[in-house]
Every structure is written in C-alpha cells, then in structure tokens.
C-alpha cells in the first residue's frame, strides 16, 4: 500500500507495511499551488514512490486537510489547501489507475496512533494534529467517526472563546481552537513575545534573517529559549482547554497529540494536561491520557495506507471518505 499524507505545506509519501513500517518516503511542498498544480504534484509524488517499490502496489490511501460529503464523494472545504469541490478519489484513480481511498487528514492519523501507536488496545482515541491548523479525529468503538454526512470530527474548530478572533483559512468562525493554539498561533504568540524581549537566541536569529515558522520555534524551544519555552506554553494552555472539553464531551481514554508542533513533546503537553486537569469533569480529567503522537509526523501517512488496506472490497467508488475503483 501507499500513503499519501497531504498537508498544507507539504506532501509525505510511502510505501506502508501490514505492520506500519515504511519503505521509500518521499516529500514535496505544497505551499502556494493552485488545484490543478496540486493534483499533478501529488500524481508525480506517488508515481514516484511506486516506480520505488517496483510498481506493485494494490491501493493508494489519501489523507487530506478538508472535509468530505459522503453523500456526494466531493472533498467539500480544505481551510488551509486550495481544493474545493472536487472528486479527489474518482480523479486520483483514474490519474493512477489503482483503486484509490480518501479520509481527512486527521481522520487518517488517528486510525494509525488507534491501531498501532499510542493509542493501541484502545476503542476510544481522540486526537489532535497540530501543524498550520488543528486537525481533529475520532475513533469510537474501534471505528474512524465521521459522522452522517463525513464532515466529521473537526475537533480543531470547536469554539474555545466565543468573541475570539477570526478563525483562519476559509473556516468562517470566530475563537477557533485553531486559531489560538495551531502553529500558526504559535508563530504570531512569538513575534509579539520577540517585540517584548529581543534579546534571547529567537530574537537573535530572527535579526539574522532567518524565517520565523513553527519548527523553528520548537527547535529553539528545546534549546532552552526562554521566548521560545513561553509562547509553546501559552498554546499549551490554550490547547487544555480543547483537550478539556474534548474530554467532557467523548471521555477517550486517550487523546492523541500530532502534527508539527507536536515535536516541542512535553514542553506543549504539560501545561495542557494541567488545564485540562484542572478544567475537565472527573472522570475524565483523571483518566483521559494525553500522549505524543507514536508515529510523529508520519502518522496520517501510515493511517492512510492502513484505511486503504481495511477498507471493504464491496464498498463501490466515490463517497468522500471513499474508496475509488481503478476501471
Ligand atoms: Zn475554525
């Protein structure tokens, strides 16, 4: 199988194992193209992770940032990628001539921590995907929630401040968990905190020239910059208050934190399982565990292979979170 994790900076590609071991990565950006650039960016991708593998390959699994229309088979709204209304399934296998299976992003990465990462043994997981926004999935008595429709669990744009400032993307919301703890929270947390106290190692390499982005953040974090360690905490705060209500609501007994912004570990994690502890409602803010993502940032690209293996042969094409047929 191959998984095709596309984000909305980049694309990550492989050929995915039974066991979830991953052969011939490949990785592309995906920052400032349009759709049509997009589609073939990702057909050359796989292409070339299949021609790596000898060109078997039974199924490809797709796991993108938007939300799907079962009804329909239409990828509907992507906040952070230009793809809207499209068949993404019917025109990747008609592109690729495999059968083809598409789910969010998220969706994708919460099947993968689920059934092999930090999640495992588990029937209810959450999880959060941290990166440019917040991806939100559900497993619920061991299978991928969507909802009636596919559109969900976009746990990332759940309501944390009523007033809050304007979500970001095409979501049309206000005070969005995106938009206060995603790393492009994160970033903005940064610059005003580097307005305030220029004199750290942040500080300085920004006067340098270098590009202020999330991983970078989280690098200097781990350094130990002080600017760095206080914005991470301020979106850790920011994300207990997700992970308290996520646990009021579903009670997993695991929710799952991935994405990019994942890397700062512990840093993030802290202060969120502190407000959460001190904001959820018992049982749930003494059992709910909160883990790192066990596959990291290849989470969504391993699940997505997996939702290609496990998806049912009589499913017929098209249907959002959906299986495509290759004829
Ligand atoms: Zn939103």
């Known amino acids: 199988m191959i998984g095709v994790d596309l984000g909305s900076t980049k694309l990550l590609a492989g050929a995915v194992d039974a066991d979830g071991t991953v ?9 400032g193209l349009s759709q049509l650039e997009l589609v073939e960016m990702v057909v050359h991708a796989v292409e070339s992770v299949r021609r790596s593998v000898g060109g078997e390959v039974s199924a490809v699994g797709f796991g993108i940032p938007c939300t799907f229309d079962a009804r329909t088979g239409l990828a509907v709204q992507a906040v952070n990628l230009p793809l809207h209304d499209i068949r993404f399934a019917d025109v990747m296998a008609e592109r690729l001539e495999v059968p083809v299976v598409v789910d ?3 969706n994708c990465a919460v099947l993968a921590e689920a059934r092999a990462g930090a999640g495992a043994g588990c029937s209810e997981v959450a999880m959060l995907t941290i990166g440019t926004g917040i991806g939100g999935g559900m497993v619920i008595r ?29 979501c049309p919301n206000r ?3 995106e938009s206060v703890a995603s790393g492009t929270a994160l970033v903005r947390e940064v610059s005003l905190a580097v307005a305030r106290q220029p004199d750290t190692e942040i500080g300085r390499a920004m006067e340098g020239g270098r590009e202020l982005t999330g991983p970078m953040v ?4 781990r350094a130990g910059d002080p600017v760095a360690r206080g914005a991470i905490e301020v979106i850790g705060r920011a994300l207990g208050v997700g992970l308290a209500n996520i646990s009021n609501i579903f009670c997993p ?12 570990g512990e840093l993030l994690l802290e202060p969120a399982r502190e407000v959460m502890r001190r904001r959820a409602l018992a049982p749930g803010r003494d059992d709910v565990r909160i883990e790192a993502a066990a596959f990291g940032a290849e989470a969504g690209m391993i699940g997505a292979a997996m939702l290609a293996r496990e998806w049912p042969d009589d499913v017929p094409s098209a249907g959002g979170t959906a299986a495509a047929g290759a004829s």
């Open 175 to 177: 005070g969005c968990l």
């Open 23 to 31: 052969h011939h990565r490949t990785n592309r950006p995906a920052r």
């Open 253 to 264: 007994q695991v929710i799952v934190i991935g994405g990019g912004v994942s890397a700062a």
């Open 142 to 170: 061991g299978e991928v929630y969507r909802g009636f429709a596919g559109g969900g669990a976009e746990l990332g744009h759940m309501v944390v401040d009523m007033d809050g400032r304007p979500c970001q993307g095409s």
């Open 104 to 106: 969010n992003d998220a």
């Open 218 to 221: 989280t690098e200097m974090a």
